[in-house]
């Protein structure tokens, strides 16, 4: 297959993967902006290699569990489970609150573990548990941008947008100009931060996490909760704990590992 068609295909694996959607090859041609013919064709090898599937009644196209047996794999064997987690449940229980972890790949910033640390009252879980992060309006996006050079992370910003955050909350960042003095903040700080931003009513605080501490950020942990709970005071205080957890995660972060060298175990 071509170099071409080869993009194509992978353009219609998100597309599907994105909330395991059903969509008809109008829809799929219509939002990838290709003719339907050569969709088809793509559909059809899909198809026939087992990525994806037709209901024969509806029309619908969707994808096979293949892609998640897949993942699966290859997360279990990135050492994540057993290396990061524990860190990710420790922190958790530290700061009794939501502790979700990104990891950095193809220009973007995607939610890949999580702990909940609240055991009752108030407690927070996030709309989207998985996904590409809102790079604008999240502590975590912010403490990844903040990693790169100014041209590089209003570029990568840019990509993305500042309209994919799912339910905004009123001091989110609406453009680059401001978004860019959020970055410098969160450099001085050495740690971002959230406040009514992503979504109204929760606030959050996250580091890089860096394998070498001048290089980009490979990932982020973060802590989010309720904002009556999470106040300046204590997104403050917890500034520091989740820079420190950050630096542990660089320290054992399994993708760094090249194959045939042993990781450590945590």
């Not at 709970?229 to 420190?244: C, D, H, K, S, Y």
Request: neutral net charge; glycine residues 10%; contains cysteine.
């Amino acid at each position: 297959m071509s170099h071409v068609p080869a993009e194509r295909c992978l353009s219609v694996l998100e597309l599907l993967a994105e909330g395991a959607k059903s969509l008809t090859l109008g829809e799929i041609a219509e939002r990838l902006e290709e003719p339907k013919s050569g969709i088809h064709r793509l559909l059809s090898t899909l198809v026939s290699q087992g990525w994806a599937e037709q209901d024969l009644q509806t029309g619908l196209y969707s994808l096979t569990m293949r892609l998640t047996l897949i993942g699966q794999r290859f997360y279990a064997d990135t050492g994540i489970p057993d290396l990061c987690q524990p860190l990710l449940d420790q922190l958790a229980a530290e700061t009794q609150d939501y502790v979700r972890m990104a990891v950095a790949a193809g220009g973007s910033l995607n939610w890949l573990a999580d702990a909940q640390g609240a055991r009752g009252g108030l407690m927070y879980y996030p709309p989207q548990v998985s996904g590409t992060v809102p790079l604008y309006a999240t502590a975590a996006g912010k403490s990844w941008l903040a990693t790169m050079d100014k041209k590089s992370a209003l570029a990568v910003a840019l990509a993305q947008g500042f309209n994919v955050a799912t339910s905004p909350g009123p001091q989110v960042a609406t453009n680059a100009q401001e978004l860019m003095q959020l970055l410098q903040e969160t450099e001085q700080r050495g740690y971002g931060t959230a406040i009514n931003e992503a979504e109204a009513g929760v606030s959050a605080v996250a580091a890089a996490v860096r394998i070498h501490a001048d290089g980009p950020g490979v990932g982020t942990v973060s802590v989010a909760g309720p904002s009556v709970r999470m106040t300046p005071e204590r997104i403050q205080a917890l500034g520091p704990i989740v820079r420190a957890y950050a630096a542990r995660l660089g320290e054992i972060w399994p993708l760094r590992h090249k194959p045939g060298i042993p990781r450590i175990r945590a």
